[in-house]
């Protein structure tokens, strides 16, 4: 519908077929396919001014030519002329005749109940609910639930298109939520393994996150800029937020995270520096004894879900929290360095020595030598660096075989397992000791296809790796002899994702 007006109107202003078409053809033979027909986003975001402001002169053409790091975004410049990337780079820029509006009304009109479902009394599998994996494949866009004892799949269901980020459990490890790039959120109950219902509730969305009580789920949008909270019970909208910085200037989110102990969502935002803290309970912890609150008057008393905006030297779009969540540890996909916030006091307590654009998001904490250290990947550099999280200094440096995406580990392994994502060497996992912090063994289990993601059964005496490739697997090994024990085949399993450990917030694993 708006690719039409756009056609119409480039073709009455310029008057002629093959000119006016031409960004037209480009975007729709080379763009299109990931990032929507319409421009609104698919696969990939949205590509329209209001997301591309960070992209400045001509920063865009860059990306067109040489691609994006540590995302789907490939290298145009051997197919595209200079001149074509900067007709494309131009189209671009130029803003849609109408964006689509996205409210709660809007949210509300596209909840598609399933119909055969019907609420089960128990569950209806013999498995440990609470020992499942959630396996996302997004080869073929399904999940598979799969039983993390007998380690056979139990059922396989469909999702929307292009699920990204971790699926969010229910405390009960009942029902699980994923969402895709495109803004649908699925409910799923996995007492009788069954859709619930989905739910559109964003235009191109990043992540979601579940609130501590488990009634609400917080889903971050880039387009609109908006956070959407829907009622875990029937996927009802709660609340839409619009994302507005304290200079005025509308942000998208990069990623929502939930923060129990502290009872609120914590947002990345894109386009401004700031942390905004949104909370859902019934007395907001910490209101009141902190600045920004003071400073900017009482912000959100009357709102079901008040805010506290921490004003932060630079955009930092990628968090990695303490156990306990006070505090933050922030890094930019576009900076170097990282800082970390104390979130009571809601203030920068420390500079993070990252270089390498560090991916925060996927690091895990565990003891050693009397402290807590985290590590995190590096999505440029072939390191993983390890942090003491008392003094924020970095204890050492894993040289790895090129730069990795995903790290895990469990209470009960005294191995962490790293992937190395990027580069010549993406069929490699290392396996690292958590004390002496030395590669035990780098396992390459299908030469020349990308090895990824792992995640430990709730006992910590399996390891689950992604074959990544559609013609994938999920492989599954002895995480104390490190002896590879069963194949399972998926398409392109992305993530995997243990009921329990989810839960319980292992410290191994992702929140
Ligand atoms: Fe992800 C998690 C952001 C690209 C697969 N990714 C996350 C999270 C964030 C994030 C904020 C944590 C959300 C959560 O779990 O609630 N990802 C980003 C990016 O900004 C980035 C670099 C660029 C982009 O395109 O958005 C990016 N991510 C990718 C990919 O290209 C991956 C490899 C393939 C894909 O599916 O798009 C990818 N991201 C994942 C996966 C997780 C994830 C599998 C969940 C990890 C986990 O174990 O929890």
Known sequence: MIRSIVFTSVFSALGSVVAAAEPEVLFATHCAVCHGDDRLGG??????PESLRRLKGDKLEAVITHGRDATQMPAFGDQLSTKDIATL????????????????????????????????????????????????????????????????????LPTPLAVHGGPKFSPDGRYVFVMSRDGWVQKVDLWNMSEVARVRAGVNS??????????WLAV?????????????????????????????EASRVSAVYQAPPRESFVLALKDVPEIWEVFYGEDPPFYGFVHDFRDEGPLGYDESFPVRQITLPDVLDDFFFSQDYEYVMGASRDGQGGQVVDLVIGHKIADLDLPGMPHLGSGITWERDGTTVMA??????????????ETWETVDQITTEGPGFFLRSHV???????DVFFGPNRDVMHVIDKQ??????????????????VEFDRYGKYVLVSL??????VIVYDAATLEEIKRLPMVKPSGKYNVFNKITFSAGTSH
């Open 220 to 248: 971050a949008n880039y387009l609109p800029m908006t956070l959407t909270i829907l009622s875990t019970e029937d996927l009802s909208v709660a609340e839409v937020k619009d994302i507005v910085g304290k200079n005025g």
């Open 43 to 48: 696969l990939g975001p949205a590509l329209i």
């Open 436 to 453: 002496s912090l030395e590669i035990v063994k780098t396992l390459r289990p299908a030469p020349g296809k990308t090895a990824a993601h």
């Open 468 to 473: 990544w490739d559609e013609d994938g697997a």
């Open 206 to 215: 990043r992540n979601i996150a579940m609130s501590g009580d488990g009634k």
């Open 412 to 418: 009960n392994s005294n191995y962490l397992w790293a």
């Open 89 to 156: 780079a131009a189209f671009l820029h130029e803003p849609l005749p109408e964006i689509p509006v996205w409210d709660a009304a809007k949210i509300e009109s596209t909840l598609v109940q399933n119909e055969d479902y019907i609420a089960p009394a128990g569950p209806e599998h013999k498995a440990d609910p609470l020992n499942l994996f959630v396996v996302v494949e997004t080869g073929d866009h399904h999940i598979s639930v799969l039983d993390g004892d007998t380690l056979e799949v139990l059922n396989r």
């Open 376 to 389: 995190t990947p590096h999505l440029r550099d072939g390191v993983l660096s390890v942090i003491d999280m």
